[in-house]
């Protein structure tokens, strides 16, 4: 059963950094297409980043990420990661990770099939 669990999120001042982690259980994590998405009070879900698998070096980052954002993965620990700096007030959301056998392009939500129940990061002003 795949199972996907969120951590990390949180409250932090504009300009500070948070990671957030999606540890992965019922199956391997670096064959899949992962992405990070996040969803705003009243707005879209939107990708924020995404990697196809661990084979291929190919990562996607929003245009309003670019730069401040970092997709990573640990396939030892089976585990995603989103390194976050520099955050703004408007990076506010809950943060969501998916997975699918694979998908291109990533950064879109439809393509995905298995969701963790999201973390919600709060950036202040």
């Known amino acids: 059963q795949v199972q996907l669990v969120e951590s990390g999120g949180g409250l932090v001042q504009a300009g500070g950094s948070l990671r957030l982690s999606c540890a992965a259980s019922g199956f391997p994590l670096y064959h899949y297409t992962i992405g990070w998405f996040r969803q705003a009070p009243g707005k879209e879900r939107e990708g924020v980043s995404c990697?196809?698998?661990?084979?291929?070096?190919?990562?996607s980052y929003a245009d309003s990420v670019k730069g401040r954002f970092t997709i990573s993965r640990d396939n030892a620990k089976n585990t995603a990661y989103l390194q976050m700096n520099s955050l703004k007030p408007e990076d506010t959301a809950v943060y969501y990770c998916?997975?699918?056998?694979?998908?291109?392009?990533?950064?879109?939500?439809?393509?995905?099939?298995?969701w963790g129940q999201g973390t919600q990061v709060t950036v202040s002003s």
């Open positions: 998916a997975v699918v056998g694979y998908f291109d392009p990533c950064l879109n939500p439809a393509g995905y099939d298995d």
């Open positions: 990697s196809l698998s661990s084979s291929e070096a190919s990562t």
